[in-house]
């Protein structure tokens, strides 16, 4: 396998005032063509701090894939320090002087003076050109290790990735021996401990593949990676782990890969041509806001209300005065006359509530801050169930969210 | 100035399977305090490579402060690694067990075998608290350099950094000589270009400080940093630039620092003693969640309705079926009822309406994907504004949530 490290420069990334997304986007493709990728590393613009780390990763890695510093501003870097790297000088490369007189002729402008030192590029790369900006990408090679730097605007490091840097790593690893394929399954309702005890040990079932447990509020995501000379022992030692995997865990598995709960839901409420409304209380609108993230989402979701207060439990839902002065906004009887009602007059096959103290204040003795009761209603039934998640209010409001999509996941199972 | 590098673990990030936020969430927090960051490294779950890199870190900064590998499953080796690297053994820590069995009893269980090693902790670590999980971070000293760990999982993190790590690291860095003080400026309704153009050029204004501009889709925020030997000299020409650009563009500043939008209405509201209510129909709840979000927003928030279909807006919320038949549902005319109806159902001071063509499917020649309207009612009146936004629906639809706060915002200032 080829190994990859993958270098990003700039100090808006050092000191955090941009998350680095190019970083995952770089690794989660080379993954995808087979190549292993072992460091990320951020440093700031400064020449000699550059050379060092280059230095570094090169010797620890087979390709070093660069983004960022390469404007045409006095704070861009990169290209100065490759060159005093690689021992090489910039020569005017009339291809990409050409482009840019393209580009800027269409706006009516020439190439200014700054603008023209894009196209001085160092005379040992391969030049990559950047059909979504003005920095072209620069390949070098040296003692059988791969440097590349490419622009650190997204649209224009992905746009030179896909058109060439991939296809030619691609072609570099098939001749490597080795390949990693890697398949996520998606659980929901179960803790990550939970899921390890379930599961079992994995040097019970498992050699040399990884398996790693990557918990979110949406679930626990479970990662099988195998490594084989061949692609297709690799994959078939995958599918032996999937299968001892579901075994033990299929009930808690609703997905894979790139899927997500709300993609599986909507999906599943399409496929059975069902309409959903919600009524939200303590998430404020986040469940109809999850409902509606994908495209196509009329086709299921009819609408819902936001009923926070009492009285607009009351007035706008038809909660019974009497239920709320009983049993309270937090209690079975109010959630499951929400979901009822709801359903009834928003006209659809299903009916989600959800009412709960998501702190940090208004916890009770009986009702601590993070109780939370969520109802389902059909055109037959309804049900409710009681949940106390957390003191924090932002995951006591995410939780509800996904636990009320698995509620409405496993109604559509049925 | 102390130097920090932030050290991220887990193959999940390497492989590019998730982003790294945590790194920028720490650079941008140490940075804050005067902190310098110069290198985010991430690595997998590897014991002999995070030794390797905990070395090399230690090496060329004062504190490393690493996140990840801290759970209670096999594939978490950061406890291990750390043991190893300070020669440390794992003992019983009984402020850990009791509230691990305090988190258990809540929910009527017991401390499991597997999670009670998350109790099991270096003897020579002091150990951070987390209130939001059951992994608690470590804070190790050795030859007056400093080793964090704490967990992968943002919010647990964040607590840990907030309630341990940067109150101690803004005491040490007190200690050291330099300061770089920060101030950030949050504008909305104003583009990064115009915002450039109308504030003019940096060094027109100021020599060796720096101003970041940084858009989002909640507005484009202004960030100033100023590096001086003594505290009051940097805080005197932070205030100076302020002045300036304020000058400038204070009709554009609603806030700053940690402030948002959500928070600038919610004070808003709170201090008028003004109540609210939405009507959303693309944004599918968005805006009740984000006017739910901060603690205490039932003093404000009554509800709202997520009416969706065209029945739903007249059959739950009453627009007139004249109105959607004549002209549509996005329209000015039925988002002015919108925002009205929703007003008086729910009895509130503001009502606030979105409806738009969040795509990618839906557009027309004379609404393409894109157009929201946005309606906003009083006791007295209703007005409202057509915005063209992008082809994304995700954009779309927080651009029409940030949009709506900002006309709450300005009607607020009123």
């Known amino acids: 396998m080829l190994t990859i490290s993958v270098l990003t420069i700039g100090d808006e990334i050092c000191i955090g005032q941009i998350i680095n997304t190019n970083a995952a986007w770089i690794a989660n493709e080379c993954t995808k063509i087979g190549c292993n990728v072992t460091i990320h590393s951020t440093i700031g613009d400064d020449i000699s701090i550059i050379l060092r780390e280059v230095e570094r990763l090169i010797t620890t890695s087979d390709v070093v894939l660069i983004t960022g510093g390469l404007g045409p501003t006095h704070d861009d870097l990169t290209k100065d320090a490759l060159c005093e790297y690689f021992n090489d000088t910039l020569v005017h490369h009339q291809p990409t002087f050409d482009y840019l007189s393209s580009i800027y002729a269409r706006r009516g402008q020439t190439v200014s003076e700054r603008n023209a030192t894009q196209a001085l590029l160092p005379s040992k790369a391969t030049i990559l050109n950047n059909l979504r900006g003005t920095a072209p990408g620069m390949w ?33 690893t098939a001749k490597t021996k080795g390949v990693q394929v890697f398949k996520t399954l998606l659980t929901t309702g179960i803790t990550e401990a939970n899921l390890a005890d379930l599961i079992g040990e994995p040097n019970t079932f498992m050699n040399d593949a990884t398996l790693a447990f990557l918990p979110s509020y949406q679930g626990v995501r479970l990662r099988i990676g195998v490594l084989r000379a061949e692609k297709q022992d690799a994959l078939a030692e995958l599918t032996r782990i999937e299968s001892h995997i579901r075994s033990r865990a299929n009930n808690f598995i609703f997905g894979e890969n790139e899927q997500t709960l709300t993609s599986v839901v909507a999906g599943l409420l399409l496929e059975k041509k069902c309409t959903v409304s919600v009524a939200e209380s303590c998430t404020g609108g986040m469940l109809g806001a999850a409902l509606t993230e994908l495209a196509g989402s009329s086709a299921y979701f009819e609408g819902g209300v936001q009923v926070y207060s009492y009285s607009a439990k009351e007035k706008i839902l038809g909660v019974r005065h009497s239920t709320l002065l009983e049993f309270g906004a937090v209690s079975q009887e109010t959630v499951e006359e929400m979901a009822n009602k709801v359903r009834e007059k928003f006209g659809t096959d299903y009916g989600i509530s959800i009412s709960g103290i998501a702190g940090p204040e ?3 003795p009986d009702k601590p801050v993070g109780t939370v009761w969520i109802g389902l209603a059909d055109r037959y039934s309804v049900h409710s169930q009681k949940f106390v998640f957390s003191n924090d209010r932002t995951i006591n409001r995410e939780r509800s969210v996904s636990t009320a999509l698995e509620m409405l996941y496993r109604a559509l199972l049925l």
């Open 362 to 364: 208004g916890g009770l």
């Open 140 to 172: 070098f090679e040296q003692n059988g290790k791969i440097v590349v730097s490419m622009p650190g605007v997204p649209r224009e490091m992905k746009g030179i990735m896909e058109n060439h840097v991939l296809p030619a790593l691609s072609e570099l």
